[in-house]
């Protein structure tokens, strides 16, 4: 992804992504380790199985880490994440195709600042979206990056 955005270069509509995922079980007990989520239904099972699920899920908070990330990099260094929110709306498993994008809803300026609204979903392999979220950010103004480098 680029350096870098900038207010005046994304249009509303624009998509950034989509970003493929497929994780597997030691990627799971990999995250759990790391997010200290030993909640079993994410790696037996037959507890997940009991839960009513086919099998393992995807921990919740890893799908929001990667809708995150993907804010984070259309941010760049110069720009600030204001509001970011997440639903959970369905279950994920490992070893299927998910993907990830963000979409342009809407930019405004704020007073001197480039203002814009995000949504971001996560989808199945079926095409649903199991985890919506939506986002403002403020990108910075070529303009006013122009007016510190003279």
Known sequence: MKSQFFFEDIDEGHIFGPIEKNIDRKQLVMYAGASQDFNEFH???EVAKKAGHKGIIIHGALKSAWLAQLLVDIVGHQGRILKFNVSYRGVDFPYEDLKYYGKVIKKSIEGSKGVVDI????ENSKGQITT???????LPMKEKNEEKNV
């Open 43 to 45: 790696y037996d099972d």
């Open 119 to 122: 949504e971001l979903n996560l």
């Open 132 to 138: 919506p979220s939506t986002a403002q950010i403020e």
